[in-house]
T-cell receptor
């Protein structure tokens, strides 16, 4: 069964810093990779996805994917206090997007 | 934006009692999902559905049943609730034909005493 692990468990960064969140997965057949963000007391919300090796940038957010290393990451440039949230990575083998989620990284950005 | 609603938002149940959590989506998505979220475990898939009349077991189905009577509605049923089922439950909808995202409801906080 697919195992998805995130590191670190929690992170505190100053406003304006670069933040890096990591996700590893166990099944090399995995094809679809996503990040969700969950503010405290709220529902998870889709943030970004990537489906092929390499890098994808959307505004301040960048995803890196290395399938051979079973690893992908989320990088947040110029981190803001509003970025403070629980970040969940998600992995799917098939295009049905039935994800297995990691346990999350709790990010706090201090002004 | 996609709309998923859940009821009730909070529920206190007694051990051995029956609990039904309801979910409604107005996006005409084919797929619906039930997750529970516990500290240290992230989101774990309980049951999911590909459309009206279909239910499939997720990764942690024991102690739960699901029902999908229509495209819009998906229920999670705990026939004999136990304290270990105390958690926050999220419903989500999605449609691979439309995109990779799942859209989540606001969650139900269930406490089993």
């Amino acid at each position: 069964q697919q195992k998805v692990q995130q590191s670190p468990e929690s992170l505190i960064v100053p406003e304006g810093a670069m933040t890096s969140l990591n996700c590893t997965f166990s099944d090399s057949a995995s094809q679809y990779f996503a990040w969700y963000r969950q503010h405290s007391g709220k529902a998870p919300k889709a943030l970004m996805s990537i489906f092929s090796n390499g890098e994808k940038e959307e505004g301040r957010f960048t995803i890196h994917l290395n399938k051979a290393s079973l690893h992908f990451s989320l990088h947040i440039r110029d981190s803001q206090p509003s970025d403070s949230a629980l970040y969940l990575c998600a992995v799917s083998i098939n295009r049905d997007y039935k994800y297995v989620f990691g346990a999350g990284t709790r990010l706090k950005v201090i002004a | 934006e996609a709309a998923v609603t859940q009821s009730p938002r909070n529920k206190v149940a007694v051990t051995g009692g029956k609990v039904t959590l309801s979910c409604n989506q107005t996006n005409n998505h084919n797929n619906m999902y039930w997750y529970r979220q516990d500290t240290g475990h992230g989101l774990r898939l309980i049951h999911y559905s590909y459309g009206a009349g279909s239910t499939e077991k997720g990764d942690i189905p024991d102690g739960y049943k699901a029902s999908r009577p229509s495209q819009e509605n998906f229920s999670l049923i705990l026939e004999l609730a136990t304290p270990s089922q105390t958690s926050v439950y999220f419903c989500a909808s999605g449609d691979p034909g439309q995109g990779w995202e799942q859209y989540f409801g606001p969650g139900t906080r269930l406490t089993v005493l």
